[in-house]
């Protein structure tokens, strides 16, 4: 029998103009918890695609327990033990969970499917999980939590040895990321071996027990996750030192007041209200809170994507009220969306398309597209934030999430706002990333143009802010300033006003 449970010897892989895989080794044993970490574009979901059977590999071979396997299919995977989780998760939204649970093995004979039998397998599942869900409740229904369940139940269903999780925490709370990591330490228990990608070292050096570390398409090597720190990891990651996780802010916003908000509500009960605050120029205002917070419901709002009931926001001095997201680009008004795969990137076009299609109108003559400022302006605003790709025809669903995310700021700094609402700017993305994105962050503000920040990571909450808004159950509980947080502090206004809940932000799955 094979010390490992997998082994992935000299994984090569190449697209149009890039090598994503160098010759890269993997192995994992049986009973653990395998990091594989890297920045975004370093080849950890190709890896794992390949492995998968989404992409085939154009040489190297796949050994499970120590046997050599092909595996051209998502179906040969999961009949070979391997089950993955996708970061971002897509179920059948107006089917039911337990039809999600067993999507492509509906229990049955002979084409008809037993319902009772596949409610009762379900309910073993989850019970077995420790989950108290509905497997008759709509999968559209759920929140992220339980959607992370359903796809680990799916998972267990299959009876995999190997478990792939993409990113699993990245639209989580604390408690939920707490309760994930009870049923990931009962499945290790188990003997199924995990292999976990995650840029939140935290969670890295909390749950591992090995991390293997890959940049540029290629294997850097493993450790055992006991005596590694966060500085070696981002060393081994980068390549070089990062001494500074934020980049040193240089100047200090003014004095002038270029958006005031006034007891802004939702004609929603449960959603913002009595909201007000002020925004300077070249300011970063960040927006802290928990899950329920009504934080995104608030900004997009303000974007003209929600309505408003009551209250006035005046921008530079003059009323204002968007009725649409075309009204607010107008005012100046930029918003980077929360969930880039659903309500950010199109995934179906390329790279230029993406940058250029919140600017459209301004490269247009006589109903003519100006293309050749088109693609000079995307390249100048894609090779400004550093996007990996080969070129800007390369579809935007092909690229990492990080180089996604990269897009998508492109994107609206060349409409030129001066405004912008950035939510959870750097969710998903790797530490060098992450820093490439505050120093843009600050160079706009650098140039006058302020920005509204939700964010759900403490550190870069209070690393970034100038000032800093707390919101909890919709309304705003404080307003500290630069020299006034803490950790408890944000999260004691955080929690002001929390209390029993029956709504889908309780997340049963935690309970």
């Known amino acids: 029998m094979s010390e490992y449970v997998l082994e992935m010897r000299n994984i090569t892989k190449t697209f149009p103009g890039v090598k994503a895989l160098d010759n890269v080794q993997l192995k994992v044993r049986p009973g653990t918890v395998h990091a594989l970490m890297g920045e975004n574009g370093a080849g950890k979901s190709t890896l794992m695609k390949c492995l998968f059977g989404i992409y085939r590999q154009d040489s190297g071979e796949v050994l499970l327990d120590g046997n050599p396997v092909k595996i051209n299919s998502a179906r040969e995977a999961m009949d070979n033990g391997i089950a993955m989780i996708h970061q971002e998760l897509h179920p059948i939204r107006f089917r039911s969970v337990m039809e999600n649970v067993w999507l492509g093995r509906f229990p049955g004979l002979m084409g008809v499917v037993d319902h009772k039998a596949m409610y009762d397998k379900t309910k073993e599942l989850f019970?077995?999980?420790?989950?108290?869900?509905?497997?008759?409740?709509?999968?559209?229904?759920?929140?992220?939590?339980?959607?992370?369940?359903?796809?680990?139940?799916?998972?267990?269903?299959?009876?995999?040895?190997?478990?792939?999780?993409?990113?699993p925490t990245s639209s989580l709370s604390d408690r939920e990321v707490d309760f994930l990591f009870r049923i990931i330490s009962r499945l290790r228990e188990e003997g199924r071996a995990i292999i976990y990608i995650s840029h939140k070292m935290k969670e890295i050096l909390q749950i591992a027990d090995e991390v293997s570390i890959m940049r540029d398409g290629q294997y850097v090597g493993t450790w055992p996750a006991l005596g590694l720190t966060t500085e070696e990891i981002i060393r081994q990651m980068v390549g070089r030192e990062m001494t500074n996780q934020f980049p040193p802010r240089t100047g200090a916003p003014s004095d002038e007041i270029v958006l005031s908000v006034r007891n802004l509500s939702s004609p929603l009960k449960k959603s913002f209200q009595d909201v007000s605050f002020d925004l300077r120029k070249g300011e970063i205002l960040g927006i802290g809170g928990l899950v329920g917070a009504q934080r995104t419901e608030f900004v997009e709002a303000l974007f003209g994507l929600r309505s408003i009931e009551s209250g006035a926001v005046t921008k530079d001095g003059k009323a204002y009220r968007a009725r649409s997201p075309r009204d607010a680009k107008a005012h100046g008004f930029a918003l980077l969306t929360e969930e880039r795969r659903a309500t950010g990137i199109f995934g179906i076009l390329p790279i230029l398309e993406n940058t250029v299609i919140a600017n459209q109108k301004n490269y247009a003559r006589m109903g003519v597209l100006d293309e050749r400022r088109r693609v000079r302006e995307a390249d100048a605003g894609c090779k400004g934030l550093n996007v990996k790709t080969p070129s800007l025809n390369t579809l935007i669903q092909d690229l990492s999430g990080g180089n996604q995310q990269k897009v998508l700021i492109a994107r609206w700094l060349l409409t030129n706002s001066d405004i912008l609402i950035l939510d959870e700017p750097t969710r998903g993305i790797d530490v060098g990333a992450k820093y490439e994105i505050y120093n843009i962050m600050l160079q706009q503000v650098n140039q006058g143009k302020s920005i509204i920040m939700i964010s759900s990571e403490m550190p870069e909450l209070m690393g970034m802010?100038?000032?800093?808004?707390?919101?909890?159950?919709?309304?705003?509980?404080?307003?500290?300033?630069?020299?006034?947080?803490?950790?408890?502090?944000?999260?004691?206004?955080?929690?002001?006003?929390?209390?029993?809940?029956?709504?889908?932000?309780?997340?049963?799955?935690?309970?």
Do not use: W
């Open 127 to 167: 019970e077995d999980l420790g989950l108290s869900v509905d497997p008759l409740a709509l999968a559209g229904e759920q929140s992220a939590a339980i959607l992370q369940m359903m796809e680990i139940a799916r998972a267990v269903s299959i009876n995999a040895k190997i478990i792939i999780m993409d990113e």
């Open 465 to 511: 802010s100038d000032r800093i808004v707390v919101m909890c159950e919709g309304r705003v509980t404080g307003i500290l300033e630069k020299g006034q947080y803490s950790q408890e502090e944000i999260m004691r206004l955080a929690t002001m006003f929390a209390g029993p809940r029956k709504n889908a932000e309780d997340h049963p799955a935690a309970d």
